[in-house]
């Protein structure tokens, strides 16, 4: 049989990688319920508490009765509201750049400039550790692809000297999802700059929680667009609602709006979703002790990890991974802490290499000191190893 899925699913499960969803049955928050279960959970990315936060939730609830749920078609139709409008012009603001664009998902954003940008002709160079949005978006645009290895500027260089492509594109991650380390954003940009080349930043995990005003890596590194030509963000993580954005120059953002398949052919968000955004927006400018209150969380949950002799990442970001090698055992380590009412993902290959699954610790401002303490005292208690 050519199709014989049930053998391949059953390899997955024998080999403790297969998956399946977990039903939430309460919005986003430090304690929720799962499948039935009530748990104190740190696996979202919703980092600084938004994704339930009351002033949201009304603008979104005002926008919806003002322009209904659907936006009903693409933004180069008739989807685009005042909202989307609004927005735009806000985030181009806050990025410090001319203009930016709308998109439903960060996976339809990089896809739609890599795409757009990028053809045969051209050449790609992808951090090693890249999110799969942006390796797929490299190997889809047809562009001659190349993996330099994680945060080697030196690996980079060499390729870079090599290649003759007509458009040459250093695409990476600024925090990256599954360590939590950052890119080396100002040599990336010096390199670019040395090889006539166009550097893209994917800035997902960092936007909204880096940076003074949270403006994200490229403003903690004070790099602007002429350093950084190309800045992707999504909105479902530390602003708590969905979608993403690509901010440039007012050329780049062009370019887009007519060549970036993703966003022509897609109807747009719900214009309540981009209300939403801006209540947010206000809220990450305005209320910068919520990225005070995170760091510090950060700090007390490397330390006390540490003294528990847990291998942590070199990561100085709301993502804290526990490195525990087989992916069986991160599995038993997870379920270890749900039986204590903590849920904790284990994160397994093929989304990390073979021999680094791990916990997937995220903190959010929404967390009490209290409640990483109850964490630190449950990780404490389990084993690693599975009894076998």
């Not at 297969?18 to 928050?29: H, M």
């Not at 909204?208 to 403003?219: F, I, K, M, R, T």
């Not at 214009?271 to 209150?293: G, Q």
Request: net charge negative.
């Amino acid at each position: 049989m050519a199709f014989n899925l049930q053998a391949e699913l059953a390899a997955r499960k024998e080999q403790g990688l297969f998956r399946q969803t977990q039903v939430a049955q309460s919005p986003q928050g430090p304690l929720m319920k799962i499948n039935g279960q009530s748990y104190l959970t740190f696996c979202s990315n919703d980092y600084l508490g938004l994704a339930n936060h009351p002033v949201v939730v009304e603008a979104f609830k005002r926008a919806a009765d003002e322009f209904g749920v659907g936006s009903g078609s693409a933004h180069l139709v008739n989807g685009h509201t005042d909202y989307h409008e609004q927005l735009e012009l806000a985030l181009a603001e806050f990025t410090g750049r001319e203009s930016a664009i709308l998109f439903s998902t960060g996976y339809m954003a990089n896809l739609g400039v890599v795409g757009a940008l990028l053809n045969k002709q051209d050449a790609v160079f992808e951090d090693k550790w890249n999110h799969a949005s942006l390796l797929d978006a490299g190997l889809l645009s047809g562009a001659r692809f190349q993996r330099y290895l994680h945060n080697d500027l030196d690996n980079l260089q060499t390729r870079l000297a090599r290649s003759d492509g007509r458009r040459k594109l250093i695409v990476t991650d600024a925090v990256f999802s599954m360590d939590g380390d950052s890119a080396d954003l100002k040599g990336l940009s010096t390199l670019a700059k040395q090889h006539d080349a166009w550097l893209m930043v994917d800035d997902a995990h960092g936007f909204a929680v880096l940076g003074d005003q949270g403006a994200g890596l490229c403003e903690q590194a004070n790099l602007n667009q002429d350093d950084v030509q190309i800045l992707m963000g999504t909105l479902g993580k530390g602003f708590g609602t969905a979608g993403a954005f690509v901010a440039g120059s007012s050329e780049l953002i062009e370019y887009l709006t007519n060549f970036a398949r993703p966003f022509i052919y897609t109807t747009a968000m719900p214009a309540a979703i981009a209300a939403a955004t801006l209540a947010s927006l206000d809220i990450v400018k305005n209320e910068p002790e919520r990225r005070v209150h995170l760091q510090k969380l950060i700090q007390l949950f490397r330390a006390g990890a540490q003294n528990l002799g847990l291998t942590l990442m070199p990561s100085n970001t709301a993502i804290q991974p526990v490195l525990v090698g087989d992916a069986k055992d991160a599995l038993h380590m997870s379920e270890q802490l749900k039986q204590q009412g903590i849920m904790v993902t284990a994160i397994r290959p093929p989304t990390v290499p073979e021999g680094t699954a791990r916990l997937r610790v995220t903190l959010s401002a929404a967390h009490s000191e209290q409640q990483v303490s109850q964490l630190l005292d449950a990780l404490k208690t389990i084993t690693i190893r599975r009894n076998t």
